[in-house]
């Protein structure tokens, strides 16, 4: 059974920094693109950043410059850096895993982060 599990998560002011990440068990994350999404309240899940398998990372415009997304196979763990947090950056924030192109078929539970002012 593949398990994606995030850590990290916490409260921080706006200016400051987390590191999420996220341990993957049950399968290799090797041939895995990788990728964070969020969600707040009563607001659809939102794609935040992704990796994939060759270390190719895309962001959302609003992270662009301040989230770096990374991968650690060897570990099979990725992770999330986030810098200048803004308040807009709260939420629970997801980790997911897509082996095929399509959608992300692995995901986390979350872990939640509030960014306050």
């Known amino acids: 059974q593949v398990q994606l599990v995030e850590s990290g998560g916490g409260s921080v002011q706006a200016g400051g920094s987390l590191r999420l990440s996220c341990a993957v068990s049950?399968?290799?994350?090797?041939?895995?693109?990788m990728g964070w999404f969020r969600q707040v309240p009563g607001k659809e899940r939102e794609f935040v950043a992704d990796i994939n398998s060759s270390g190719h990372a895309y962001y959302t415009d609003s992270v662009k410059g301040r989230f770096t997304i990374s991968r650690d196979d060897a570990k099979n763990t990725m992770a999330l850096l986030m810098n200048s947090l803004i308040p807009e950056d709260s939420g629970r924030y997801y980790c997911?895993?897509?082996?095929?192109?399509?959608?992300?078929?692995?995901w986390g539970r979350g872990t939640q982060v509030t960014v306050s002012s």
């Open positions: 997911a895993g897509q082996s095929a192109p399509g959608q992300f078929d692995y």
């Open positions: 049950g399968r290799t994350m090797t041939n895995l693109d």
